[in-house]
């Protein structure tokens, strides 16, 4: 789902997307300036390899995501708390933000439930 950053409004603007056992559902909607606030939930399951054992589980994913997205690039004055993805095409694809949200899940140590105990 591609979405164009100039018709995103104050009226936030729904997606949902999804991927293998992943579901990424929220909305888009107009800040200020260059900024759109994503909102979303990511849930579902991930294959992942444990850290520990390094055998592959299935693993829960229920997150709050909230960023905002910069239509170009973004000059950072102190005031905004979240993070900003600058998009120099001024647009978005939605299925891209959903892998990046997975691989940065990812990237953190996870284990699976025989090596928690």
């Known amino acids: 789902m591609k979405v164009v950053l100039r018709r995103v409004t104050k009226t936030p ?7 293998d056992e992943i579901t990424f559902k929220g909305y888009l909607e107009y800040h200020k300036g260059k900024l759109i606030l994503l909102k ?11 850290d520990v054992c ?7 994913i229920d997150e709050d995501i909230e960023f905002f997205i910069s239509d170009g690039i973004f000059e950072d ?16 694809e939605i299925e891209e933000l959903l892998h990046s949200e997975i691989e940065l899940i990812k990237s953190d140590y996870h284990s699976c439930d025989k090596c928690k105990h």
């Open 77 to 92: 004055d102190g005031s905004i708390d979240l993070d900003v993805v600058e998009s120099f095409s001024g647009e978005v």
């Open 54 to 60: 390094a055998e592959e589980f299935k693993m829960p």
């Open 40 to 50: 979303a939930k990511l849930s579902g399951f991930i294959q992942k390899d444990c």
């Open 13 to 19: 603007l729904d997606f949902e997307v999804k991927s």
